[in-house]
C-alpha cells in the first residue's frame, strides 16, 4: 500500500511538471497590457555577442558616409583569408580577378556585375564595398548572415589588392623581391575540380634548384 501511494504521488508530482502554467511562442497573453507573450528586450540591455560599439567596423561608415580606411591592420594572412572568403562567396559571379566574368554570368544570368576593375569602383572607398557586402546592392542579396564582420573587411582588403594588381608597375614591387615572382611549387599533385592545390611554402632545397 506504501508503495503504491509513493508511486501516485511521484506521478502526480511529474503531471505538475508537464502541465505548467506557460505562454505558446506568439500567442496572446492577458497578463500584459499589449496581451503579447513575447516581450521586447529590457532597454539598455545587450545580448552577448551584439555589443557593437564600433560603428564602424560594423557599418564602414563614417556618419553616413563610406569611410575610406580599415580598421584592422592588413597583414598576409589578412589578404590569404580574404582570397578564401572571396574565392567562395565572390567569385562564383565577380570571378576570381573581378572583372565580373564569373561562372554565373558566364550560364546566362541576366545581369553581369561590374568590373571591380572599372574607374568608378577603383575610385570608390573601402567602406563602400563593406556596406554593400553587408547590406546587398540591387539584384545582389546581402551576405550579412553567411560572411561575419571581420571576413567582410578581409575580402574588401583582398578587393582593393585585386585592383591594385591590374594597374601595378615594376616601381610598385619593393626592392629584393623577384619580378616576375617565381611560381609557387606545390605539394604531390596539382588539385582537381574537387580539390585545391597545396602550395609548399618551404623554400626549395639547393639541389631541387639545380635540377
Known sequence: MGVLSTILLLSACRLDMHV???QNPLSRSDFYADQRSERPPVEGTVARGQLHDD??????????SPGDSMPLPVTKEVLERGRERYNIYCAPCHSRVGDGNGFIPSRGFARKPPSFHDQRLEKSPLGYFYDVIT???????DYASQIPPQDRWTIVAYIRALQLSQDATRADVPSGQAFPSEPPQFRGKPGSGATLPVINSEPPSSSE???
Open 135 to 141: 547590406n546587398g546592392f540591387g539584384i545582389m542579396p
Open 20 to 22: 505548467q502554467p506557460r
Open 55 to 64: 560603428t564602424y567596423f560594423y557599418t564602414g561608415k563614417a556618419g553616413s
Open 209 to 211: 634548384e639545380h635540377k
